[in-house]
């Protein structure tokens, strides 16, 4: 990817250029696209048809399922700070490993977060969740198997549109703690 607001060039969709949000905005997709032209991030915006699910938007958008980047709500439980959740960003071809994620975080035991505190917390509908947390009670694991593509996409706290997203800016603007959370 080359220059700031430019789509992949392994994308496909209808690209449009940083700043201007399509219609269906909300806030999170928002905040998140300011996030990134404030950051000067390198990315592009791509509309689709409405998809959730990791592997039916990663052949939308037209890039290895390696490169999606799949953010679960985590609970973690047990341990010395009591329960508390955390955004878990794995490759899309990878799974969550809950007890990576509990030992991590000092906790005894891990679950997916019910939808409604999931939704919440990452102010996104279930199936867009972004892998940035502009909630204070959320803090962000990223594995490092995500670092492995130059690019990464994700939905845009929206269901038709992504972001393809340098993974250099990614890790700069959203600085997660990078440890191996997916199996």
């Known amino acids: 990817m080359s220059g700031r607001a430019q789509a992949a060039e392994t994308a496909t969709g ?11 905005g909300n806030v999170a997709s928002v905040r998140l696209l300011r996030l990134l032209e404030e950051g000067g991030a390198r990315f592009g915006l791509l509309e689709h048809p409405p998809e959730g699910q990791t ?8 890039h290895p399922l390696a490169a999606a980047a799949k953010c679960m709500i ?13 955004l878990a960003v794995v490759p899309g071809d990878r799974r969550v490993d809950l007890d ?3 030992r991590e975080c000092g906790g ?4 997916l977060a019910d939808r409604a505190l999931a939704e919440r917390l990452s102010g996104c509908v279930s199936g867009s969740i972004i892998p940035f947390s502009f909630h204070d009670d959320l803090s962000v694991l990223a594995d490092p198997g995500l670092f492995d593509q ?22 700069a603007l959203a600085n997660p703690l990078v440890v191996r959370i997916a199996s």
């Open 150 to 171: 130059p690019t990464l996409y994700f939905n845009a706290a929206r269901l038709d549109l992504s972001v393809a997203l340098a993974a250099a800016d990614y890790r």
């Open 14 to 24: 209808t690209a449009t250029v940083a700043g201007e949000v399509p219609a269906g």
């Open 55 to 62: 592997v039916r938007a990663s052949a939308l958008r037209g």
């Open 108 to 111: 005894l035991r891990a679950r």
């Open 74 to 86: 985590v609970t973690v439980a047990g341990g010395v700070s009591g329960e508390r959740q955390v």
């Open 100 to 102: 990576g994620v509990a």
